[in-house]
């Protein structure tokens, strides 16, 4: 058991958005004092490999390694060994580069010898020199799954290959019901000096986290300590689908459907200055609100966003 004080920051996190949020983040509080739990219902398999996007896309992000024109994968990668996977394999859509291989190879060994996924993440973050505490969702393994006119295909699929084009007509989260939060992740919830989730999507990213058993309820219990960004700007996302996985299950897509969908637990809510004047409408919610720049186009607006945070009493 852990000693525990409150001089930590938890964090809720899918991929791309998050990342540029935690850099940010991690620019203006100590590193160490983050513990991220990262979505892992994009973790997929393929090529023979354990593949976990978001978790690798947080990790690169603190290890200062990932490639910030792409938001994701290594800085400098190469793809020669994709070109020789792509003969071998019917899977060309999926964009893996070679230092990107060495950690899914890396991580599918350690698979293999038992370690559970929290451990493995542990060591990658070690070799990496990774100082914050990134923590799966869970250790069971979950899946997304979007079923469309043209049948159910894995998120990774859908986002990717399909490049969310496809209709949505119903998400389904494969396994969910036997994942578990890693040990003391509700610890964490109960002790964190505040609770933050990233400007990420709310249905298969940060909704995947709370279906885990009990994450949910522990937020509930913590509301007015629980901070988020919308991930949304007047009706858009920055990056990704989250609008379209909005309307498929009939929110509006704006900071006002974000607040609707987090209102059980959600006690802080900073949205764009463009959607200010929707304010009031978030606050009849119960929900304080916040209006700031959340536009994180380079290294200084995500410190900013962050301090405006991390700022808020």
């Known amino acids: 058991m852990e000693n525990m004080n409150n001089d930590f920051y938890l964090i809720l996190a899918g991929g791309v958005g998050a990342a540029k949020f935690i850099e940010g983040l991690a620019n203006v509080v100590r590193p160490e004092s983050l513990k991220i739990i990262v979505n892992t219902g994009d973790d997929i398999e393929l090529f023979g490999l354990n593949i976990c996007p978001d978790l690798d896309i947080i990790t690169y992000t603190l290890a200062n390694l990932v490639d910030k024109e792409k938001g994701w994968g290594f800085i400098d990668e190469s793809f ?3 070109s020789i996977l792509k003969k071998y394999y019917d899977i060309g859509w999926f964009n893996a580069g070679d230092k ?20 493995i993440t542990k060591k990658i973050c070690e070799k990496l020199n990774v100082k914050s505490h990134i923590i799966p969702m869970c250790n069971e393994n979950v899946e997304t799954y979007i079923d469309t006119p043209k049948g159910e295909i ?8 399909e490049c969310c084009e496809p ?4 998400v389904k ?37 709370l279906r885990v058993k009990g994450i949910k309820k522990s937020l509930i219990k913590e509301r007015k300590k629980v901070y988020a960004i919308s991930p ?16 498929s299950i009939g929110l509006e897509a704006s900071c006002v459907g974000v607040a609707q969908f987090y209102r059980d637990f959600l006690g802080n809510f900073i949205i764009d200055n463009k959607d200010c004047k929707l304010k009031p409408k978030i606050e009849e919610l119960g929900i304080k609100t916040f209006c700031f720049d959340t536009l994180m186009t380079n290294l200084n607006k995500k410190k900013e966003l962050a301090q405006f945070l991390i700022n808020i009493e």
Request: proline content about 5%; overall charge positive.
């Open 80 to 82: 020669n060994s994709l």
């Open 100 to 119: 990107d291989l060495a950690t899914h190879i890396y991580r599918t060994d350690l698979f293999k010898q038992g370690y559970t996924k929290a451990e």
């Open 154 to 161: 894995h998120f990774e699929e859908y986002f990717i290959k």
């Open 167 to 170: 209709e949505i007509l119903n």
């Open 173 to 209: 989260f494969k396994g969910i019901k036997n994942a578990k939060p890693v040990d003391m992740v509700l610890e964490y919830i109960k002790n964190a000096k505040k609770i933050i989730i990233c400007p990420s999507n709310p249905i298969v990213s940060i909704g995947t986290i």
């Open 232 to 247: 949304i700007i007047k009706g858009t996302t920055v990056k990704g689908p989250a609008d379209k996985f909005m309307r």
